[in-house]
């Protein structure tokens, strides 16, 4: 098959699927569609500007949980310790 044959077949496809869930969806839908009490200003305030406040406190503490102070070394010194005699270390 060919690249053409195969965009077509997908888009044939694709137009069926939409087509039966749609016929589906229209037979599942209610005679009437009655509004029932709606949304106030204050709660699609909170439903909103809630969920983004939430995502900006998930993002700070994922941030805060992932960062971490790398350890650095001090700058190395250019005294020079004194040589003792040559006996092992004792740890």
Same mark, same amino acid.
């Given at each position: 098959?060919? &690249?053409?044959?195969?965009?077509?077949?997908?888009?044939? $496809? /694709?137009? !069926?699927?939409?087509?039966?869930? *749609?016929?589906?969806?229209?037979?599942?839908?209610?005679?009437?569609?009655?509004?029932?009490?709606?949304?106030?200003?204050?709660? &699609?305030?909170?439903?909103?500007?809630?969920?983004?406040? $939430? /995502?900006? !406190?998930?993002?700070?503490?994922? *941030?805060?949980?992932?960062?971490?102070?790398?350890?650095?070394?001090?700058?190395?010194?250019?005294?020079?310790?004194?040589?003792?005699?040559?006996?092992?270390?004792?740890?």
């Amino acid at each position: 098959m060919r &690249t053409p044959v195969r965009a077509a077949a997908v888009l044939a $496809g /694709l137009v !069926v699927f939409t087509l039966v869930g *749609a016929s589906s969806a229209m037979a599942d839908a209610p005679l009437t569609w009655d509004e029932g009490e709606g949304r106030s200003t204050l709660d &699609t305030l909170i439903v909103f500007g809630g969920s983004t406040v $939430g /995502l900006f !406190v998930l993002i700070v503490l994922f *941030a805060l949980v992932t960062a971490r102070n790398n350890y650095v070394p001090p700058a190395p010194s250019t005294d020079i310790e004194p040589a003792s005699d040559n006996s092992p270390a004792h740890h």
